[in-house]
C-alpha cells in the first residue's frame, strides 16, 4: 500500500475515532404521575426540625376541621384554594394552631398539601400575635386509607367543586410530597 494512502486510512480513522459512536436517540420517558393527581410540591428544609419542636414526627395525623369556614356537622363542598385547617385537639400546642396549605379537587378525590403553620401566641389570656412556621403534611381520609391521600368525594354542583360526606380530615405529617 502507498504510503499516501495509509496515511489518509490512519487519519479518516482518527477522525471518525474521534467522533466517537453515533447511536439513536434515547427514549424520552413520560412521567407516570396520573394527570388528577395535584402538581408535584417540595416540603421545605426545615419543616421536619420545627415539627419536631412542637413534637410531631413523620406519620403523626391530626384530626382537622378541613376548611375553618366550614366548622359544621353535615357535608362540605370544597374546591381547589388555599385553606386554613383547624386541629380538633383540647391540649398542647396543637390546639392554638391552624395549619394552612391547597386543596386540590380531582373527580373522585380532595387532595391537601399543607407547607405552612400559624401559631397563635397568647400573653395575659390575650391574643397577641401569631408567627407562621414551616410544615409538610397531607390531607388523608379518617375513614378511607386504603388507597393512598385526599378524601373521596363527589362531584359538586359546579365545575370544579367537590362534596365531601363531612368537614373533618386528618393531616398525615410527611417529610415529602406524594
Not at 23 to 39: G, N, Q, Y
Not at 130 to 156: A, T
Request: aromatic share 10%; glycine share 8%; with cysteine.
Amino acid at each position: 500500500m502507498p504510503t499516501a494512502w495509509r496515511a489518509l486510512l490512519v487519519a479518516s480513522a482518527t477522525f471518525v475515532g474521534s467522533m466517537g459512536c453515533v447511536s439513536a436517540p434515547e427514549e424520552v420517558k413520560a412521567s407516570t404521575r396520573p394527570k388528577w393527581m395535584p402538581p408535584e410540591m417540595k416540603c421545605s428544609s426545615d419543616a421536619i426540625a420545627q415539627m419536631e419542636r412542637m413534637q410531631l414526627k413523620v406519620g403523626d395525623r391530626i384530626p382537622v376541621v378541613v376548611d375553618e369556614t366550614q366548622n359544621r356537622p353535615g357535608s362540605a363542598h370544597y374546591k381547589s384554594r388555599f385553606v386554613m385547617s383547624l386541629p380538633k385537639v383540647e391540649e398542647g400546642e396543637l390546639k392554638d394552631m391552624s395549619i394552612a396549605g391547597y386543596l386540590y379537587v380531582a373527580n373522585h378525590r380532595v387532595f391537601g398539601r399543607y407547607d405552612r403553620a400559624y401559631v397563635r401566641y397568647y400573653e395575659d389570656g390575650k391574643l397577641r400575635d401569631f408567627y407562621e412556621v414551616p410544615f409538610c403534611g397531607v390531607l388523608v381520609d379518617p375513614r378511607w386509607d386504603k388507597d393512598g391521600e385526599g378524601i373521596i368525594s363527589y362531584p359538586g354542583p359546579e365545575p370544579g367543586t367537590a362534596v365531601v360526606q363531612d368537614s373533618q380530615g386528618v393531616i398525615q405529617v410527611v417529610d415529602q410530597f406524594p
